[in-house]
T-cell receptor, first 115, second 113 residues
Framework: GAGVSQSPSNKVTEKGKDVELRCDPI?????LYWYRQSLGQGLEFLIY????????KSGLPSDRFSAERTGGSVSTLTIQRTQQEDSAVYLC?????????????FGSGTRLTVV | QKEVEQNSGPLSVPEGAIASLNCTYS??????FFWYRQYSGKSPELIMS????GDKEDGRFTAQLNKASQYVSLLIRDSQPSDSATYLC?????????????FGGGTRVLVKP
């Protein structure tokens, strides 16, 4: 697609429920990143997929968080047993991995509210 | 020490003046540097990239890179109220594979009419 697409744009869930957030990267971009941003805070790295390599999961805050990327394209971030501290905007970004580093393109994010 | 550091601001600038934003980074091997603009409630948008020492100009924006001193800066000339946003500095993560970036905490800029 023309840009990075994330869905849903907003999600309200009850504490303890599981949620799935979806990211569809720019066509041809082989790298995909998940970040989260709490209100008024900076970007917190979560996980990074590059091609067929094992993902860099070093930023996942707990084992309640997991992500997968199917067919090298669409990615799903799953949060199990959500807690109120999980409330944040979850941002997905993609980039090419050819010669040179041209930065990321971000999606518009999913605002998650845990009540 | 954070890997990428920025003054959180707010940086208050009168309309028409030059806004000067600074960013320092810790890894001397970094090669790629980016500035993102983030409006309140929106996602970050790439506005500048720089890879070589010196200045790079794009419209009212100038990025400056000094690898010896490990800093990168962004100048916004003729600042407009529409430039009011948080500006994020990002640097490639040398320890990671591929194009992973490390972000600073951002500098909030307020342009006052």
């Amino acid at each position: 697609g023309a840009g990075v697409s994330q869905s849903p744009s907003n999600k309200v869930t009850e504490k303890g429920k599981d949620v799935e957030l979806r990211c569809d990267p720019i066509s041809g971009h082989t790298a995909l990143y998940w970040y989260r941003q709490s209100l008024g805070q900076g970007l917190e790295f979560l996980i990074y997929f590059q091609g067929n390599s094992a993902p860099d999961k070093s930023g996942l805050p707990s084992d309640r968080f997991s992500a997968e990327r199917t067919g090298g394209s669409v990615s799903t971030l799953t949060i199990q047993r959500t807690q109120q501290e999980d409330s944040a905007v979850y941002l997905c970004a993609s980039s090419s991995t050819g010669l040179g580093n041209y930065g990321y393109t971000f999606g518009s994010g999913t605002r998650l509210t845990v009540v | 020490q954070k890997e990428v550091e920025q003054n959180s601001g707010p940086l208050s600038v009168p309309e028409g003046a030059i806004a000067s934003l600074n960013c320092t980074y810790s890894d001397r091997g970094s090669q790629s540097f980016f500035w993102y603009r983030q409006y309140s409630g929106k996602s970050p948008e790439l506005i500048m990239s720089i890879y070589s020492n010196g200045d790079k100009e794009d419209g009212r924006f100038t990025a400056q890179l000094n690898k010896a001193s490990q800093y990168v800066s962004l100048l916004i000339r003729d600042s407009q109220p529409s430039d009011s946003a948080t500006y994020l500095c990002a640097v490639n993560d040398v320890k990671a594979a591929g194009n992973k970036l490390t972000f600073g905490g951002g500098t909030r800029v307020l342009v006052k009419p």
